[in-house]
């Protein structure tokens, strides 16, 4: 992989939210360069702007959760970013090169309750990210659409957790 990416999205009931991400990089990287953003309601300033600390080891993952969530039993560090719904804007920002390394949605746009495409939704579910990724969105995508939805992603129903935690990783 190319640098850190989402690799899984949980909007489950209630505050059961989480988002993992993987390091597929070959290498240790150390998480103070990096920042999860959540974009709210439609936004093109986060509403929520967290420092990420400790390193991540190549080929694992770390776990975020909302403060309220309950329905992971692993290892999960509550951050402010998981405050999201199906229609806001998750993105992991990178400081040293002053750029997004991945986008899950679409920063400043808000497309009702979700973003959906063809059979996938945002909306109560949760979202798996295909092994054959290999990289995040670095670029925002233009207009209201999140054009990656379906290519990307694998989609299960509400507070499906049974993969989180760890990424299935087969990309070249």
Sequence with gaps: ATDLFISEYVEGSSNNKYIEIFNGTGATLNLSDYRLRLFSNGASSPSQDILLTGNLSNNTTIVYKDAGATIYGGTATSNAACGFNGDDAVALFKISSNSYVDIFGNIGNDP??????????????????????????????????????ESEWDVDGVDVISELGSHTFSAP
Excluded: A, E, N, Y
């Excluded at 063809?118 to 659409?145: A, E, F, M, N």
């Design 112 to 149: 009702g309750t979700q973003w959906s495409s063809g059979s996938h939704s945002t909306l109560d579910k949760t979202l798996r990210r295909k092994s054959s990724v290999s990289q995040g969105i670095t670029v925002d995508p233009s207009g209201t659409l999140f054009p990656t939805l």
